[in-house]
């Protein structure tokens, strides 16, 4: 489920984000070139349609939903199950023609009604609503005979449901996405503003446009403006087109050079708006610190599978990791809470390591640091795992820069305890496969679990637990894989909306 900022206030919806919404209705739509009678070629991808449909099923579950959606829903299955029924069954079909029409006469009713409801006052009729929002009237009059009179046939009740589909998708998901394609072109100019101020160093102007964009842009789409803006880039020359370097990552070379004064420069430039972003928009932490981590891991992947391209995608990694590096300090925390004028010491203040551990999705990373590490053996995906299991040992350190490396190969030297009191924490570091491992004793491990155990078999990773560790009162603050969990990261499915 997501939260988007509206003028009435936080409104919660089952869909993750507007892509999700968008890339699920424009599946279903898709449902109503089934039954085809003008021997039209159909394209329609029955997979992906069934996915549509399921996806459609799982919001239906969360809670309330908006019944432009649901309908939707419902007729696209209906259109896929007599499908599949009439077309791909040997035997002539499992559903009966009776069935069918019931189906299909209840989802009409169910979608006119729905429509028209919100319009039927002072007694109006169902037509002069339906008129109203440009509804075809043969539909209300088929409703009308579907509840009241004889089921009309099978066919007239395909063409139907098709029509109706079709109808939503023309006045619901199309208006809807020239909207918020709208917003989002206005939310992206305002940024564009901003860098050419930033740029001329005209920082009252900055600042009167970051205010702007934060009063002006809805919530959800000001994250996805955000995200094109600062990670995946925005080509001026193509609109809506994007291009794998965004604001973090400077084009000139000889002003912001891959050195600690080059990146400094940019964190100055984009600081001031990224800390306002925060400090208005709790949420957007999470947003751009995870999108800037599988950003990284993803190029770092892609880099060591293409040794010719390898040299254009460096730069982007090192600016990526230097952002994230700063966002998971002390210094960053210290600038977006309010009061905290100073950086942080984390040995006599927790707030900083608690905000990183209920912001960001930890586990999530961590995995995913490891198994790029042990596909590439990578620089940068090894140290961000440093930075996730220091977190995880209650170390949040202040921000020091990071220069480009090679390719490290050597595990124990990015997490290497610094002392014994570490080298004890960092048992807990386990995967649940290494602890299943150990507990099972299963000789019969497959080769690459066994070369990936091997990897992080160091002192950071303590693979054997005696008493005297099991037993010990010194209590600290890293997660243990089997304690029990008072909260647990959200996922795109696993989650139900917060009422």
Known sequence: ???????????????????????????????????????????????????????????????????????????????????????????????????????????????????????????????????????????????????HN????????????????NWLGDNYLVPLQNARNECLISAIDSLMKYKSFAKKSAWKDCESITKLFVKS??????????????????????????????????????SFPETEDGFLK????????????????PGFFRVIVTELAYALLGLEEEQASDANGAEKITRTIFFFFNWLKYFLSSEWYAAIMPGRRKPIDMKNDNMC???????????????RCREVFCLTGGTWSGELLSIVESIFKGQILQYQFIAAKQNCTDRKRISEPTNKGDEENTRNTMSLEEMEAMLTSDSDCDTDEATANKLFDSKSVTMTLNESEINSD??????NAWELCETWEACAIGTLPIR
């Open 1 to 147: 489920a997501s939260m988007s900022l509206t003028s009435q206030g936080i409104q919660i919806t089952p869909w993750q984000d507007h892509q999700e919404l968008d890339d699920t209705f424009s599946c279903l739509l898709t449902a109503a070139a089934l039954h085809n009678y003008g021997n039209v070629e159909m394209n329609v991808n029955l997979d992906h349609l069934h996915d549509a449909v399921q996806r459609v099923a799982v919001w239906r579950a969360r809670g309330e939903m908006v019944h432009s959606v649901e309908i939707s829903g419902s007729l696209a299955e209906l259109l896929l199950r007599d499908y599949i029924s009439t077309s791909l069954s040997s035997s002539g079909g499992y559903l009966s023609s009776m069935e069918l029409r019931l189906a299909y006469a209840s989802a009409i009713i169910r979608g006119v009604n729905g429509l028209t409801d919100g319009l039927q006052q002072r007694a109006q009729s169902v037509a002069l609503s339906a008129e109203q929002i440009g509804l075809p009237l043969w539909l209300v009059d088929l409703r009308h005979d579907s509840a």
């Open 150 to 165: 004889d089921l009309p046939s099978l066919p007239c009740l395909r063409v139907a449901a098709s029509t109706l589909l």
């Open 217 to 254: 842009t809805p919530q959800d789409i000001g994250y996805s403006a955000a995200l094109l803006f600062f990670i995946h880039g925005i080509d001026n020359e193509s609109e809506n087109k994007t291009c794998r370097r965004g604001a973090l990552v400077p084009n000139s070379l000889a």
């Open 266 to 281: 940019i964190q100055k430039r984009y600081s001031p708006l990224l800390i306002h972003i925060q400090k208005s928009w």
């Open 353 to 367: 390591l608690t905000f990183i551990r209920q912001n960001i999705p930890l586990l999530g990373i961590r995995e």
């Open 474 to 479: 010194n209590e600290d603050d890293s997660l």
